[in-house]
């Protein structure tokens, strides 16, 4: 996602219809369509033609065309971006599959490279980029009685709590919920809520009538680790 999307949606999880429950929707509602937060580091929007390279010193280049307009930009490998390029490419495709994924590359210090292009509903498509080493951001989803429920991994721990910017700004992890086909989005996706994972990566959301479609979808922008920009990452279930 942009770096400057960084409002945060707020928590949903309800199973009762009290008071206090429906005060809570209220916000929700109004909370569902605030831009997300971000860690993979979000260069572009609007973007096509997109390469990317990485050069001996492992700084990658990124570039694309938008409104009619090549843009070159350069992740260092450590601190913040600037349009620019790098010179040559030590990097090679690699057969990894990620969601929405431009490019995928890989150097031979095991280290791995990605371009994703990734949609929300409600938003514009966000070119993100990724660097990182060992298992991608892992996402699961699945329908529970009346509730959606799902975790998210990196590496293998949990993905929770808050992932800083390129610039040291700390901001909330959250998993983007959508669904197909809710009431008044026939044969589209729609946008239902943001919510923030516990300390072992699950979530679990409420589906209240306004939210029972065919499909549901959950996005969650890979955490910032230790300089690591982990890969986007999105599951999709069959409603019940």
């Known amino acids: 996602m942009l770096l400057s999307e960084a409002t945060p949606p707020v928590r949903t999880r309800r199973a009762h219809r009290t008071t206090a429950t429906l005060a809570v929707a209220a916000v929700l509602i109004a909370g569902a369509f605030a831009p997300p937060a971000t860690a993979s580091y979000g260069i572009a929007s609007g973007a096509s033609h997109e390469t990317l390279r990485v050069d001996a010193q492992g700084d990658a280049g990124a570039s694309w065309t938008a409104a009619g307009t090549k843009v070159s930009f350069v992740i260092p490998k450590t601190g913040q971006g600037r349009h620019g390029t790098v010179t040559g490419d030590v990097s090679r495709r690699s057969a990894l599959k990620l969601v929405s994924a431009v ?3 890989r150097t031979s210090d095991g280290t791995n490279w990605a371009l994703q292009e990734l949609e929300i ?3 514009p498509a966000s070119l993100d980029f990724s660097r990182w080493k060992g ?4 996402l699961t989803l699945a329908v529970t009685g009346d509730h959606l429920v799902g975790k998210a991994t990196f590496n293998g721990r949990p993905v929770t709590g808050f992932s800083p910017t390129p610039g040291g700004q700390p901001l909330r992890i959250y998993v983007y919920l959508e669904c197909f086909g809710c009431p008044g989005h026939a044969g589209a996706w729609s946008p239902m809520v943001g919510v923030p994972p516990k ?3 699950s979530f679990s959301v409420y589906l209240r009538s306004s939210w029972v479609g065919k499909q549901y979808r959950a996005t969650v922008v ?3 680790v230790g300089g690591q920009y982990a890969p986007d ?7 019940s």
Do not use: K
């Open 103 to 105: 490019t995928v590359r």
């Open 121 to 123: 509903a409600g938003r």
């Open 135 to 138: 298992s991608p951001t892992q």
């Open 199 to 201: 300390a072992d990566g």
């Open 222 to 224: 890979g955490p910032n």
């Open 233 to 239: 990452a999105q599951a999709v279930v069959s409603g």
